[in-house]
């Protein structure tokens, strides 16, 4: 049965940073491409960053390129988002996916197979 966990979330203040985790368990997660996408109150998903399955490839909605960096350590079986110097509107429950075996990332949250709970990041300005 394939987990996903994401870790990390909290309440930090305009300008910090914070890292958040997705741990994979029941797949050898190396194989998937993964991507984070976030949810905020009265809004749509978006996706905020994706990775290919080496990690060689990545990529960032604008809103956070420059900011977020999205990395993986196979060997783990995880897959990180780090975010600096965040704003009140990266305020949003973050979520993890990944896509079925031996696909790329997606920017389309439709195309992934399986989905983490979910942590929250609230940013106070």
């Known amino acids: 049965q394939v987990q996903l966990v994401e870790s990390g979330g909290g309440l ?3 300008g910090d940073s ?5 741990a994979a368990s029941g797949v050898t997660f190396g194989w998937h491409g993964t991507g984070w996408f976030r949810q905020a109150p009265g809004k749509e998903r978006e996706f905020v960053a994706g990775i290919s399955r080496s990690g060689g490839s990545t990529d960032y909605a604008d809103s956070v390129k420059g900011r977020f960096i999205i990395s993986r350590d196979n060997a783990k079986n995880t897959v990180y ?3 600096n110097s965040l704003k009140p509107e990266d ?9 079925g075996p031996f696909t790329p990332f997606s920017y389309d949250g439709k195309e992934y197979n399986y989905w983490g709970q979910g942590t929250q990041v609230t940013v106070s300005s």
């Open 81 to 83: 988002l780090q975010m």
């Open 91 to 99: 305020t949003a429950v973050y979520y993890c996916a990944a896509r």
């Open 18 to 22: 914070l890292r958040l985790s997705c």
């Open 12 to 14: 930090v203040q305009a």
